[in-house]
């Protein structure tokens, strides 16, 4: 389609990203000159299905309606001429997704996480209330917008096709789990109603993908990441919780770990009944804002990392509801590490009070959306916590729910090292690691180190070279690969994307803006 004209308007510059229900490609508005993301659905299912090219469209412009700078803004849909195919036009976009930022620097930052997880439901209580359910937030679908002078807003991605993706699994009776998942197109991120294919979904399906990308962009794993098939993640994600965010990442703050699994309860009927009702405990947690920059997308540090918080408990009520029940938060010494937007060390301790009364705003919020299931008593304390007194307490600022105990001080670990590998392309190329000359054996080159830490590589080959940040993190290496380009001397650094400029006439393909809309059409 490079060089055609979409609907009479949309002149085709280059290829964006493509997947299995179309592909998007940048253009340019013939009589505005705007550079524009235009996704072109060429599903055959779809472009054969009026109705439901008809919902894809009306998700869409129901999505464009809502006025909120957290929701990629669609300018115009319809069904081209020639080809027939339906197609969306969205603002174009320099930065990149939270999938990409976690590949590339590891699990975030509490601080940086919470920022994320609240811009995002920012957007979502916009589209609730205007009665559009997403069904398909992953962290692929949160794109972290470069704006002037270094701020990045959190936009949420890709309305009206998860509609779509929702609408043909429903159709498809017959077909088999694989081919349903597929439909999907993120398992993982899945709530329990929608695993099961439920026609009752509704908002809160959106709270439960969120509360996952939320365990996902604090751990770097995702939620049920130990299941090794779809049949036994959707068994999975239907009958048990998934373990404890602050096994796999213990530096995660108590009343970030509530947050979390308050979000991810099975029962849709126990999550914070709202979008808006996650922002505040969000925000409770959040007493800096939620603003972001471009100097905050880091991943946490090996002090970070040495850091063991207050462990949040969970037990089982009577009733066999989860209850959550944090222990020794007042008595913790190290706050939110990382406060975003200031320096990327160790913030300092937040004071008791506060800590408390966050834990005590995200737990009033947890109480009121679940309906009676308590913050449960806290370790060494008396008694349980009324669920009648715990709200007001919270609203007045008085006394909080959680009881102050003493607690030990917290352990910090020896961060155990350990050998990540790298793809070195070309393997006949020059390689310096941590500023020394290596040798990367048939293109492979260990890098060795302790979790989260990061090492300087250059790889050359006579004048040509290329720099990047190796990271070691649970999964291995990120990048796994660092190949030199066939172009000229490449920059230090992968530097992040920019917007170019709009321009009267189509310009030349070359160094543009990542697109909000390059995402995968699973």
Same mark, same amino acid.
């Given at each position: ?21 179309g592909?998007?490609? $940048?253009?340019?508005?013939?009589g ?13 299912d779809?472009a ?6 008809s919902?894809?469209q ?5 999505? @464009?309606?809502v ?7 669609v ?13 969306m036009?969205? $603002?174009?976009?320099?930065g ?10 590891? +699990? *975030?930052?509490?601080?940086l996480a ?9 957007? /979502?209580?916009?589209?609730? $209330? ?12 949160l ?13 949420? *991605?890709?309305?009206?096709?998860a ?48 509360? %996952? ?6 751990? @770097? ?11 036994? *993640?959707i ?16 530096w ?20 914070? #009944? ?5 922002l ?10 939620s603003? /972001?920059t471009?100097?905050? /997308? ?7 990392r ?24 007042s ?17 300092? #301790? /937040? ?11 995200v ?15 806290? %370790? ?11 709200a007001?307490?919270?609203? %007045? ?6 009881s ?12 155990? %090292?350990?050998t ?5 392309? +070309?393997?006949?190329a ?15 080159l ?27 993190? $649970?999964?291995?290496a ?11 001397p ?20 070359s160094?543009? #803006? ?8 699973e």
């Amino acid at each position: 389609m490079i060089g055609k004209l979409v609907d009479g308007k949309y002149q085709v510059i280059r290829v964006l990203g493509e997947g299995g229900m179309g592909a998007v490609y $940048e253009a340019v508005h013939v009589g505005t000159g705007r550079r524009v993301a235009l996704k072109v659905i060429v599903s055959a299912d779809l472009a054969k299905n009026q109705d439901l090219v008809s919902r894809f469209q009306r998700e869409a412009r129901a999505a @464009g309606a809502v006025d909120t700078q957290h929701i990629v803004q669609v300018l115009d849909t319809g069904r081209d001429g020639v080809s027939g195919f339906p197609f969306m036009v969205m $603002e174009l976009l320099a930065g990149e997704d939270v999938q990409q930022l976690i590949r590339r620097v590891g +699990p *975030l930052p509490p601080d940086l996480a919470l920022r994320i997880a609240a811009q995002a439901s920012i957007g /979502l209580h916009k589209a609730h $209330e205007a009665q559009v359910v997403h069904r398909d937030i992953k962290p692929a679908n949160l794109f972290l917008a470069r704006r002037d002078a270094g701020e990045v807003v959190v936009k949420v *991605l890709d309305f009206g096709i998860a509609k779509v993706k929702m609408d043909q699994a429903s159709s498809n009776e017959g077909h088999g789990l694989t081919r349903t998942g597929a439909m999907l197109g993120s398992p993982s991120y899945m709530s329990p109603e929608q695993a099961k294919g439920l026609k009752t979904i509704d908002h809160r399906t959106d709270v439960w993908s969120l509360g %996952a990308v939320l365990y996902e962009a604090l751990s @770097g794993l995702t939620p049920y990441h130990r299941v090794d098939t779809l049949g036994q *993640l959707i068994i999975a994600i239907c009958s048990a919780p998934p373990p404890p965010i602050q096994e796999v990442a213990p530096w995660v703050p108590a009343e970030v770990a509530a947050i979390v699994h308050g979000a991810m309860q099975l029962d849709a009927d126990l999550r914070p #009944p709202t979008a808006q009702a996650m922002l505040e405990a969000l925000r409770a947690c959040l007493p800096g804002g939620s603003a /972001l920059t471009e100097q905050a /997308l880091v991943g946490v540090t090996p002090q970070q990392r040495s850091y063991v918080a207050p462990r949040l408990a969970m037990g089982t009520t009577g009733d066999g509801l989860a209850s959550l029940r944090g222990t020794g938060v007042s008595g913790a010494t190290g706050g939110l590490p990382g406060q975003t937007g200031s320096d990327q060390g160790f913030a300092q #301790p /937040l004071t008791a009070p506060r800590r408390s009364a966050a834990m005590a705003v995200v737990g009033a919020v947890l109480v009121a959306g679940i309906g009676g299931l308590a913050l449960s008593r806290v %370790a060494g304390s008396s008694g349980p916590v009324s669920v009648a007194t715990a709200a007001p307490a919270a609203a %007045a600022g008085s006394a909080p729910i959680v009881s102050p105990v003493p607690s030990p001080a917290p352990v910090a670990a020896e961060p155990a %090292a350990r050998t990540v590998k790298v793809v070195i392309v +070309p393997k006949t190329a020059s390689v310096e690691l941590d500023g020394a000359p290596v040798t990367a054996k048939d293109g492979i080159l260990d890098v060795s180190g302790t979790l989260g830490s990061v090492h300087p590589l250059r790889v050359s080959v006579g004048a040509r070279e290329t720099r990047s940040d190796v990271v070691i993190a $649970e999964g291995g290496a990120i990048p796994p690969k660092v190949e030199l380009g066939v172009g000229g001397p490449a920059p230090s650094r992968s530097a992040a994307p920019r917007a170019v400029a709009p321009a009267a006439a189509p310009p030349r393909p070359s160094a543009a #803006p990542t697109s909000a809309a390059a995402r995968n059409f699973e």
